[in-house]
């Protein structure tokens, strides 16, 4: 369990602090969450900023592209959300401070609907062969990496979930909410240089019709441990399962 802000608890007259888990603990590569953060003005998202240590903001200085902030979204326990509109609104971040292989990547997220095959909720580098979840028809399926595809998700479309998604660069793996993990070995190692929310970076029409709480990426492959800690963070925060 990690080191986050304590509380204070006193029993029989000793009082204890007791450790609450942040994200934070493990050292994001990037971390966005909608309730901190947001640039926006009149609900228009012109920057998403990074709550890690690297700067890695994603940001939109068009205003016909930006994504709409929801103060108040009862998909996710009333918390914040960033929305997408599935047909012009994307963010991007530009170069990142440094570039990623081996990664563990967290989305909370809620998808409305998916036009066309391969819509991408987030897209990793200048080219759609490296797209982190795509969608066809109903289901938001799984990873599409080099081009080759995985569709190791196959999850219904119009529910809250956290996706996490892992690669040590051999094998990948995926959880779903309180899911075991489903593994994928001698997958093709890419490296992330840029990172795209809402929309396939270098293919255009492929945009996602999707609300997200909270996106956060390590620069690393998570323990077991640490993993749950992160999914039980993004549970008792948006109560998703």
């Given at each position: 369990?990690?080191?986050?802000?304590?509380?204070?608890?006193?029993?029989?007259?000793?009082?204890?602090?007791?450790?609450?888990?942040?994200?934070?603990?493990?050292?994001?590569?990037?971390?966005?969450?909608?309730?901190?953060?947001?640039?926006?003005?009149?609900?228009?998202?012109?920057?998403?900023?990074?709550?890690?240590?690297?700067?890695?903001?994603?940001?939109?200085?068009?205003?016909?592209?930006?994504?709409?902030?929801?103060?108040?979204?009862?998909?996710?326990?009333?918390?914040?959300?960033?929305?997408?509109?599935?047909?012009?609104?994307?963010?991007?971040?530009?170069?990142?401070?440094?570039?990623?292989?081996?990664?563990?990547?967290?989305?909370?997220?809620?998808?409305?609907?998916?036009?066309?095959n391969g819509d991408t909720v987030i897209t990793s580098n200048v080219t759609n062969n490296k797209r982190l979840f795509y969608?066809?028809?109903?289901?938001?399926?799984?990873?599409?990496?080099?081009?080759?595809?995985?569709?190791?998700?196959?999850?219904?479309?119009?529910?809250?979930?956290?996706?996490?998604?892992?690669?040590?660069?051999?094998?990948?793996?995926?959880?779903?909410?309180?899911?075991?993990?489903?593994?994928?070995?001698?997958?093709?190692?890419?490296?992330?240089?840029?990172?795209?929310?809402?929309?396939?970076?270098?293919?255009?029409?492929?945009?996602?019709?999707f609300d997200i709480a909270e996106f956060i990426v390590y620069d690393k492959v998570l323990t077991t441990d640490e993993i749950?800690?992160?999914?039980?963070?993004?549970?008792?925060?948006?109560?998703?399962?």
């Amino acid at each position: 369990m990690g080191l986050g802000a304590g509380l204070n608890l006193t029993i029989g007259g000793a009082e204890f602090i007791t450790s609450v888990f942040s994200p934070a603990d493990l050292e994001p590569f990037l971390w966005l969450k909608a309730d901190e953060g947001v640039v926006e003005s009149g609900g228009s998202v012109s920057q998403w900023t990074d709550q890690g240590t690297n700067g890695n903001n994603l940001v939109q200085a068009s205003g016909a592209n930006q994504p709409v902030y929801t103060a108040s979204n009862g998909d996710f326990n009333s918390k914040p959300t960033v929305d997408f509109n599935g047909t012009s609104h994307f963010l991007r971040s530009g170069a990142l401070s440094s570039s990623v292989t081996d990664t563990t990547t967290f989305i909370t997220f809620y998808v409305n609907s998916i036009a066309l095959n391969g819509d991408t909720v987030i897209t990793s580098n200048v080219t759609n062969n490296k797209r982190l979840f795509y969608g066809t028809g109903s289901n938001v399926n799984g990873v599409l990496r080099n081009g080759s595809k995985s569709n190791i998700l196959n999850t219904p479309i119009n529910n809250t979930y956290t996706f996490m998604y892992q690669f040590d660069g051999t094998t990948l793996r995926k959880r779903t909410n309180g899911s075991t993990v489903s593994t994928v070995s001698s997958w093709a190692s890419a490296t992330i240089t840029e990172i795209g929310l809402g929309y396939s970076i270098g293919l255009g029409g492929r945009y996602s019709d999707f609300d997200i709480a909270e996106f956060i990426v390590y620069d690393k492959v998570l323990t077991t441990d640490e993993i749950e800690d992160v999914f039980n963070y993004t549970n008792v925060k948006y109560a998703i399962y």
